[in-house]
């Protein structure tokens, strides 16, 4: 349902000022009434961290992937599966970046200096640093016999509890692609380890309140949709 609130700060004396607001608001009502669409609006892409463990130690090698058919799963607005649809030529705005859990305040990490990162010269997927001294990969999958696929992998190099999300920041795009609907945009939704609960408990121990109580009073929404995955590292 949509709700409407109309003010107007001057009284109507005229029959046909009256009978301008009766249209008005009957146009408007109207068009709230129109059904919306079952269109396709949430893509579910599926992310894959590998070994999956709570705890590393510096060196390890942790590989992360997405790699997924052309014919995506996708929700509609009320989260209602709609099966799959032929993506090929959409763009998913794909990133990789995350926070330091054992800290005061919400600090994302600079992706160099916490960790190397290899990636294969095939894929276009570069970091881009932020004033903050923050740091993300941004990029784009490579298509080949309609198939997405990007990888890459990170070696932990200092000591600590974080909270990493790798997939696609889509967030109400307007892009064209069999099925699309003529109006609304579309959400990428990455599903890291098959809906696993990659250590989400480890927000529970940061003594920040963002990850401590935010994250985890919609923990789908704010974690698992996010390709979240919280993890240790020690020496």
């Known amino acids: 349902n949509i709700e409407i609130s109309i003010f107007h700060p001057y009284k109507i004396f005229t029959t046909v000022k009256n009978i301008i607001l009766l249209t008005f608001l009957l146009f ?17 892409l599926p992310v894959k961290l590998s070994p999956a463990k709570e705890t590393y130690q510096i060196g390890d090698t942790i590989s992360i992937q997405s790699k997924f058919s052309k014919n995506v799963e996708a929700l509609n607005i009320e ?10 030529g959409v763009l ?7 926070q330091i859990l054992d800290t005061i305040g919400v600090v994302s990490f600079n992706v160099q200096k916490t960790f190397d ?3 294969n ?13 923050a740091s993300g990969y941004f990029g784009e999958p490579n298509y080949a016999n309609d198939t997405f696929n990007l990888e890459f992998k990170i ?3 200092k000591e600590g509890v974080f909270f990493l999300s790798f997939g696609s ?50 923990p789908e929404e704010r974690f698992h949709r996010a390709g979240g995955y919280a993890f240790k590292v020690v020496e």
Not at 28 to 44: A, D, H, L, R, W
Not at 79 to 88: A, N
Not at 121 to 133: M, V
Not at 178 to 202: F, P, Q, T, V
Request: glycine share 10%; aromatic share 14%; hydrophobic share 35%.
């Open 28 to 44: 408007i009502f109207g068009s709230s009434c129109t059904k919306v669409e079952n269109c396709p609006t949430y893509f579910q």
């Open 79 to 88: 989260s209602d599966p709609l099966g799959t649809f032929d993506m090929e």
């Open 92 to 98: 998913w705005d794909m990133a990789f970046g995350g």
């Open 117 to 119: 990162v290899i990636v």
């Open 121 to 133: 010269p095939e894929f276009d997927f570069t970091e881009f640093l932020f004033s903050s001294g």
């Open 155 to 157: 070696i932990p190099k």
């Open 169 to 218: 920041t889509l967030d109400n795009s307007f892009q064209n692609f069999k099925g699309s609907c003529s109006r609304g945009g579309i959400y990428g939704i990455s599903i890291m380890n098959e809906g696993a609960d990659n250590n989400i408990h480890l927000l529970a121990e940061s003594p920040e309140e963002h990850y401590n109580t935010w994250i985890l009073q919609k």
